[in-house]
């Protein structure tokens, strides 16, 4: 068989048909070619949950169970290969560390703090006759460019200075990514380019003035994210030696998704230190929206072997997930190869990747990280849903109680305390990690015309 472009091993655009990767499982696929880097193509089950440190290790590697992995084309092997190097080069190197540490600190605002909710917490026990937990938010949404994509952003960008790379390349849905990308390379006098989706910017013009204030170049796509990040990778392939391709999602081949859970994962040990200082334990329950799942996991890592901790995903369920306009794909997806890793997808009989739909822009893409779709087949994650409309009460409801206006991502793990609250113990601990702050959502809520039934 002839060796395919990079259209379509990479799974760029919609392109894709229907494969049986594993006899065991009916698994579709946007790649099958010469190159397949990552998971044996045996029939395997997935890994029994064990809490000790080879589990821990496991978890760290390119493949959680049968997901991640490399499926790319040849030329990308050797860059991807190097990438890989060094990150873990900069995790074993002192100075490096030292500097990230620093600069998280000075530049990014960290730690962000651990917010007790009172009167949040208070309205979900008054519809519960006075019982109901304590919840915390994790507030990513005060970090410098406000949302947790700086964590990651900053760290990156220090690795493609590191690796003397002069120019940087990055996709952005909702634009946060975007900002944190650009402020970083300004930061570190880096050229920055940023590729959006026609319907993105339309959606959110703030983040794109912003990303032209910190000069970074912005080219418009047609489409939403997922075709940015086709677009996106396609300008890297042809500048493999001087540009540095910055990913924000917990996607893609490996090490990307490892890079970006392990950059975000600072999120997630802050808030163990906090909740040790705060009531002396760890939280019951953690609550994060799910898109890609780079927020989610920067929570949920940490607590992975904690199995008393309740991890919750909380997906789009756009306008309802039997009316095709949703992003929920823990919920609706199956296993299949996109943008160089094999995860759970949206996609139809013949493997095309359905369009993804949520209020909250970040959450539209039709894949999922690999790690999380690894966490949802071994039970260690539980994901849900919640809609557009209940997302936008959720908005409101944290502005009026709180005075804190949260992005229309995190509104969606918000969202989702409805649920949640009446089935947990008086003076449970819960932290939802509102990943980012509403600015660039003020207008569209307020704008926003209820649809009643």
């Not at 894709?16 to 499982?25: A, D, E, I, T, Y």
Request: glycine content about 10%; aromatic content about 8%.
């Amino acid at each position: 068989m002839a060796c395919c472009n990079v259209e379509t091993i990479f799974g760029l655009g919609n392109i894709g048909r229907k494969l049986q990767v594993f006899p065991s499982h009916n698994y579709k696929a946007s790649v099958i070619s010469c190159v397949a880097v990552g998971p044996s193509q045996t029939p395997q089950v997935p890994w029994k949950l064990v809490f000790h440190e080879k589990e821990r290790s496991l978890l760290s590697n390119e493949k959680y169970g049968i997901y991640g992995g490399k499926f790319v084309p040849e030329t990308l092997i050797s860059p991807l290969t190097k990438l890989d190097y060094e990150f873990n080069s900069a995790l074993r190197d002192p100075l490096f560390q030292m500097e990230l540490e620093v600069t998280l600190r000075d530049y990014v605002g960290r730690e962000t703090p651990l917010y007790f909710a009172q009167r949040l917490t208070d309205y979900y026990k008054s519809i519960n006759r006075g019982t109901g937990p304590d919840i915390y938010l994790k507030r990513e949404d005060l970090n410098h460019g406000g949302a947790h994509k700086i964590n990651n952003a900053i760290a990156q960008a220090m690795l493609a200075k590191r690796m003397g790379c002069k120019s940087v390349m990055a996709a952005t849905g909702a634009g946060q990514h975007g900002v944190a990308t650009a402020a970083a390379c300004a930061k570190l006098s880096l050229e920055c380019t940023i590729f959006m989706g026609s319907l993105d910017m339309e959606r959110q013009p703030s983040n794109v003035l912003l990303m032209k204030h910190l000069g970074a170049k912005v080219k418009s796509v047609n489409g939403n994210f997922k075709d940015a990040v086709s677009e996106g990778i396609r300008n890297w392939v042809n500048d493999l030696e001087t540009s540095y391709f910055l990913a924000g999602a917990a996607v893609g081949p490996h090490p990307c998704p490892t890079m970006v859970r392990e950059f975000q994962s600072i999120i997630g040990k802050e808030t163990r230190k906090q909740a040790m200082e705060k009531w002396g334990g760890k939280p019951d329950v953690l609550v994060a929206c799910v898109g890609s799942g780079s927020n989610a996991l920067g929570l949920f890592h940490e607590f992975i072997l904690d199995q008393d901790v309740r991890l919750i995903g909380v997906e789009a369920g756009g306008t309802g997930l039997d009316s095709g306009k949703h992003s929920a794909t823990m919920a609706r997806g199956e296993v299949g190869v996109y943008h160089g890793a094999m995860s759970y997808l949206l996609q139809d009989e013949e493997g095309q990747i359905i369009g993804p739909h949520s209020i909250g822009v970040g959450l539209e893409y039709p894949g999922v990280s690999p790690e999380l779709s690894y966490l949802k087949d071994i039970g260690r994650a539980e994901f849900s849903s919640v809609t557009d409309e209940q997302a936008l009460e959720a908005y409101k409801r944290l502005c009026r109680l709180e005075g804190i206006f949260p992005a229309l991502e995190s509104s969606h793990a918000l969202a989702f305390l409805g649920k949640l609250c009446s089935t947990l113990k008086d003076g449970e601990k819960v932290v939802v990690n509102l990943s980012g702050r509403g600015d660039k959502d003020a207008a569209a809520v307020f704008n926003h015309t209820p649809k009643h039934e």
